[in-house]
């Protein structure tokens, strides 16, 4: 999609002038990524297997909600025997996340 006649970029540009284009390293990384594992038996089962356990404990609040608890009591814990560091953006994980498939966006600079 990147070609310099017909490629997105070439596109977008004729219609935006003033728009940039980034180069995303990290779509590449994970294409590679998903190329490999898919001809890994060992690997892609490892990737099964916690897609499986996301999707058991992420559709049930039960169990979600008894994971948080886990989670809140593990840095509490960890909070009052100074074994956690405290600063803005760490620590706010507090649920499982399902792998997600590339993320397409655009962002308009006035």
């Known amino acids: 999609m990147r070609g310099e006649l017909n490629g997105l970029k070439t596109k977008?540009?004729?219609?935006?002038p003033c728009a940039y284009y980034v180069h995303c390293f990290a779509h590449q990384l994970q294409l590679a990524l998903v190329?490999?594992?898919?001809?890994?038996i060992d690997i892609a089962s490892f990737f099964a297997t916690a897609n499986s356990v996301v999707n058991h404990v992420g559709a049930s609040c039960k169990r979600r909600d008894s994971l948080k608890g886990q989670l809140q009591e593990e840095l509490v814990i960890a909070f009052e025997n100074d074994c956690l560091i405290t600063e803005r953006g760490l620590n706010q994980e507090t649920s499982l996340k399902r792998a997600g498939d590339t993320r397409w966006t655009h962002n308009m600079v006035p």
Request: charge should be positive; glycine fraction near 0%; avoid cysteine.
């Open 12 to 16: 977008i540009l004729r219609e935006q």
């Open 35 to 40: 190329a490999v594992a898919k001809n890994n």
